[in-house]
């Protein structure tokens, strides 16, 4: 265990260190815009508090309207409270709530940082409410935005160093692993990442050559 957690010290360093390069990316984003626009196109319905893990400066978190965010950077942390984000220095695996206490979970472009994908879907099994949605958002390793992230962990990038991309088929084999039952999904993001010059409309679905894509998912035993 501790092990595990000081590689997530060690991984995130880097969001401490350039939190506010990394908040300043969002401003005026067409990507971000597309992004979110994907996640509200499921409209997605859910009880106080839900949580966002690996919440960042808050920019999301902020958008969706979740209450609720951790992560293993400090200083990002402080920039999600100025957003008004209930927040707390924590990692995915050991998560700061009893039981059956969040009324949902959102895991957005974290799940390819995280030490154990195993023991999240456990601690999220242990502290969602029955019925209560865990929300996936990740860019497939197979996509083009996915290789062109696998190219900068490559060049040793900062951000992506630690980066572990997953394929649509691996993340449904790990929610089916987990008793985890896929409710619905979007796709969006297929313009070329250097070519990314429209919004663009979602399609529902999970398609491996969408850069982006949206899970949303319940335990089977709820």
């Given at each position: ?5 000081a ?5 995130s ?47 999301f ?46 895991l ?54 630690a980066?572990?991309?997953s ?29 990314l010059v ?14 982006f894509v949206v ?8």
């Amino acid at each position: 265990m501790q092990r595990r957690t000081a590689n997530w010290k060690q991984n995130s360093q880097i969001f401490h260190e350039r939190a506010k390069e990394y908040d300043e990316w969002f401003k005026n984003s067409l990507l971000y815009s597309i992004e979110k626009a994907a996640i509200h196109s499921l409209d997605i319905t859910f009880s106080a508090p839900a949580l966002e893990v690996g919440v960042g400066p808050g920019r999301f978190a902020e958008a969706l309207h979740i209450p609720f965010g951790i992560d293993p950077a400090m200083a990002p942390l402080l920039l999600a409270e100025k957003r008004g984000i209930c927040t707390c220095q924590a990692i995915a695996e050991e998560l700061p709530f009893a039981k059956s206490s969040l009324g949902a979970i959102f895991l957005l472009f974290t799940l390819c940082f995280l030490e154990s994908p195993a023991l999240f879907l456990k601690e999220c099994r242990r502290v969602l409410r029955p019925n209560a949605p865990l929300v996936i958002g990740l860019v497939p390793a197979d996509s083009a935005w996915g290789l062109n992230l696998l190219r900068k962990k490559e060049q040793n990038h900062p951000f992506y160093q630690a980066a572990r991309l997953s394929t649509i088929a691996q993340v449904q084999q790990l929610l089916t692993a987990h008793g985890f039952h896929i409710l619905k999904s979007a796709s969006t993001l297929y313009q070329l990442p250097e070519k990314l010059v429209e919004f663009e409309q979602v399609k529902f679905g999970m398609d491996e050559k969408a850069g982006f894509v949206v899970i949303v998912a319940r335990h089977e035993d709820f």
